[in-house]
Each structure stands twice: as C-alpha cells, then as structure tokens.
C-alpha cells in the first residue's frame, strides 16, 4: 500500500495567525520550521517574500511547493519563479481541492483560485467567490489564534491589502459560532477590520449586533478585548453609544483607531471615507469615557507634502498631549493596493525628531523612517 504523501505547513512567529487558519482545513498536516520532502505549504506576507524565496531556493528536498496569502496573491507572476502552485485570495475553499489535485496528479485547471506554470506560462483559473465564515473554523487547538469575527472592507483605502484580498462587501461570523470557540480562551480577543462594524455592511454600523455579540461573550465571565490590537477601530464609528458598549462590557483599558493622517487633503486621496475633525472627536469621545485613544497615523504616503507632514505631527501632539498615545508607520506600497508602485516620499527632519521626541516620552510607538 502507498504511503500518503507527507503536508507540511511552513510555520514561523510572523504567519502564525493564518497557520492557525490553515491547519483546520488539511487533515494529518505537519508544522516544520525548514523545508521537508512532501507537499510544502508557506502563507507570507511581503515582508517575508526574499527570505522566503532564498529558502525554496536553496532547498534541496523532493517537494511541491504551495503559497497563500497577501504577497503570493497580489504578485502570483513572481512567486511562480520559486514556487509550483499560488493560491490566490481566501484558502478555505482552494487549498483542500489543490492538495487533493496534487496528490491524485490531476488537471490543475479543474481548481479554482489558483496560478500554475504551464508550457512554460503562467495560468489563472477563474477566482473564487468569497467564503461563508461560518462553515470554517478560525482555528483547531493546540494552535490558537485571535477569533475573526469579520472579513473584507468597503472602503477601498489605496494603500491597504484587505479590500483587494478579501473583496469590499464585509462578512461575519455568526455570535454562535464566535461562542463556541471563545471557550478555549482565558481572554477573548478579536481580528476584524473594524470591530465597531460588527454585523453591519461596514459603511453605517449596526450597534444592537454589536452589543448581542457582547452581551452573549460576557456570560462566560472572561476578560473581552474589543477594539484593540490585533484590531482597531474606524474613527467615524467611535460614538457616545459604542463606547457605552465597550465600557459596559469590555476589559481594554485602550481603543485602536485607525487615524492614518492629520492632512484632510491625504485622507481625501487614499480614499478613507473621513476627515481629520473625526479623527479628534473619536479621541475626544473616548478620554470622556475614561478610554486612552491609541491612534494609527502614516506619514511618507506617496502624495504628502512637508505641510502635510506637519498636519500629522500636530494631530500627534495634540493625541499626546491629552493623555492619548499614537503609533507611526513609514508607508510601505503594499502589492495588489492602487499604491504599489508608488515611492514613499521623505520625512522631513523636523518630523522624524520631534516624532523621536514623543516616542522617548513613551507616547509614541512604531516606526516613522524608512527600514533597512
């Protein structure tokens, strides 16, 4: 009798959350930290793509190799020079069919949602409508991960993989199934694009389902983390009533938002939906609420001007200077976003020390120029 071909998933600290995902789906799959003889799955992100390629390269193993996630399936092109098989966009549905394709040796054009070298030309077949989360589990103990409660983002901000990977209609996870894998948490904590547009299309929120969520995860008496890393929050859904919600129900001492500029002129050209003013009422709202506002803001977007960069600086302060905290990135084009090809601009040096300034004052976290 043949062995069955042996699956291993490509496992390391920085995709440990979609491994968690992944393992649920293939049955009798290995982690391993290097590559093995037998069917190797990698899910990564750009940040990782050379070390990555360097080692598919350099391994010296009988293996088929498989890749998912956002880099492979924004640049499918490209990781087909390393790789045998991508899988393009939401894996639930693909990646149970491509193993089975590739250990039964069948037509790889029979799977959907994959690219494939063949004759020497790259193939797409066609893409896969998005998954019902309900029919998927978000993890399988021993290997946990933060519950998704929802996917996909209408918004379309240019700079973000999240629309353009998980398509702009926002799906959810039903407060049943939330419920039944809460259980295996000491603390409840949540991946979402925007935890206040629980339940809702993701432009208006829709707070009833918001508060049903809560209200059913609080009888298992465990400390809820709602609106905070690996999560946020948008600042137009920040409201009296919302945060009456997470005040009433939550432990988190700290909120999320997503803030990103204090340019109105840089918010209007990614396409974020808001303005600087919702941004300071948000933080406003929530230092009544005795909530500390932890706000997200980018500076080096490719259409930023020195002035602009002095908007976000002052929006920085004026967080800080309340008693809020911030944490600064240094954009990075993103495979897949409208930006992409788009060069980050300098940050200017009055921007970068004062920035430096806040962070050694322990406001201010991230990191605000370009990294080597």
């Known amino acids: 009798m043949e062995r069955p071909t042996p699956i291993w998933l490509r496992w390391n600290r920085k995709n440990r959350y979609s491994i968690a995902a992944l393992r649920p789906l293939v049955e009798n799959v290995g982690l391993t930290d290097r590559p093995r003889p037998g069917i190797m799955l990698y899910s990564f992100a750009t940040a990782q793509a050379e070390e990555i390629y360097r080692e598919v390269s350099c391994a010296k193993v009988d293996a088929v190799y498989v890749a998912g996630g956002p880099h492979p399936s924004a640049r499918p092109e490209e990781v087909l020079r390393y790789f045998d098989y991508v899988a393009i966009g939401e894996g639930e549905e693909t990646l149970p069919e491509l193993i089975r394709m590739i250990q039964e040796g069948s037509d790889p054009g029979t799977v959907a949602g994959i690219a494939y070298k063949k004759d020497g030309q790259v193939r797409f077949t066609p893409r896969r409508e998005p998954v019902d989360l309900d029919l998927y589990p978000p993890f399988e103990p021993p290997l946990l991960s933060p519950i998704e409660i929802s996917r996909g983002c209408p918004w379309g901000c240019a700079y973000c993989q999240t629309p353009y990977l998980c398509g702009r209609k926002m799906r959810h ?18 991946t979402t694009p925007n935890a206040l547009a629980y339940g809702s299309n993701g432009v208006e929120p829709e707070l009833g389902k918001v508060k049903r969520l809560l209200d059913t995860l609080s009888v298992l008496e465990k400390p809820i983390y709602f ?111 409208p930006l992409e090809r788009s060069e980050p601009v300098p940050v200017v040096e009055d921007v970068v020390k004062e920035l430096g300034r806040l962070a050694l004052g322990g406001k201010l976290t991230g990191k605000w120029t370009p990294q080597m």
């Open 173 to 190: 996870r039903s407060v049943p199934v939330i419920l039944k894998y809460a259980h295996f948490y000491s603390d409840l904590r949540f």
């Open 227 to 337: 609106g905070t890393f690996p999560s946020e929050v948008r600042p137009d859904f920040v409201s009296r009533e919302a945060l009456e919600l997470i005040v009433g129900y939550c432990a988190n001492e700290t909120l999320s938002i997503g803030g990103q500029s204090g340019s109105d002129r840089v918010l209007e050209m990614v396409g974020r939906g808001h303005g600087v003013h919702e941004v300071e009422d948000a933080c406003d709202l929530c230092f009544e609420a005795g909530i500390i506002p932890n706000v997200d803001l980018i500076v080096g977007l490719p259409m930023e001007s020195p002035e602009d960069q002095d908007l976000t600086l002052t929006l920085a302060k004026e967080i800080v200077g309340m008693g809020g905290r911030v944490r600064a990135h240094y954009f990075t084009p993103l495979p897949g976003t």
